[in-house]
């Protein structure tokens, strides 16, 4: 995905944005190309997102180090999680992530969305909004 001046925008630029050392994260969603954790194979990694009702959990280290070590995202879902909280996997199945305060999505190779809900423009937003491209990024209410 590319922001406005042609420039590839990662996982690791949009984390670089990002208050997250306050949250858990959950990754519901993978498809992409690096080096995956604990020595998987993207196959591997993939799957094991796929098996986990409510996502793999990262704290926010582990999180950092596993966007610096993808080459490219396909798709995603990530969301944060309140610390010590699970969530709904109820909500997850149906594609309700109002209840979490920070989501990251990719689609298609093409398309950033974040949606953050930590307050009216959050710096962490405002500094997200450099990389809009209209074809590139869009905000969820």
Same mark, same amino acid.
Request: no cysteine.
């Given at each position: 995905?590319?922001?406005?001046?042609?420039?590839?925008?990662?996982?690791?630029?949009?984390?670089?944005?990002?208050?997250?050392?306050?949250?858990?994260?959950?990754?519901?969603?993978?498809?992409?190309?690096?080096?995956?954790?604990?020595? %998987?194979? =993207?196959? &591997?990694?993939? /799957?094991?997102?796929? !098996? $986990?009702?409510?996502?793999?959990? @990262?704290?926010?280290?582990?999180?950092?180090?596993?966007?610096?070590?993808?080459?490219?995202?396909?798709?995603?879902?990530? %969301?944060? =999680?309140? &610390?010590?909280? /699970?969530?709904?996997? !109820? $909500?997850?199945?149906?594609?309700? @992530?109002?209840?979490?305060?920070?989501?990251?999505?990719?689609?298609?190779?093409?398309?950033?969305?974040?949606?953050?809900?930590?307050?009216?423009?959050?710096?962490?937003?405002?500094?997200?909004?450099?990389?809009?491209?209209?074809?590139?990024?869009?905000?969820?209410?």
């Amino acid at each position: 995905m590319h922001g406005p001046r042609g420039r590839y925008v990662s996982l690791s630029d949009l984390l670089a944005h990002v208050p997250g050392e306050r949250w858990t994260w959950r990754l519901l969603e993978f498809t992409g190309v690096g080096e995956m954790p604990d020595g %998987l194979s =993207v196959e &591997e990694f993939e /799957e094991a997102v796929s !098996a $986990a009702p409510t996502g793999l959990p @990262f704290d926010w280290p582990s999180l950092r180090e596993f966007a610096s070590r993808v080459e490219q995202v396909q798709d995603l879902i990530l %969301l944060a =999680v309140a &610390e010590g909280a /699970e969530p709904d996997p !109820a $909500a997850l199945l149906a594609m309700d @992530f109002s209840g979490s305060p920070f989501v990251i999505e990719a689609v298609d190779s093409t398309e950033w969305i974040v949606t953050d809900r930590t307050g009216p423009a959050s710096s962490a937003l405002v500094a997200l909004r450099s990389f809009h491209d209209t074809q590139g990024h869009r905000d969820l209410p």
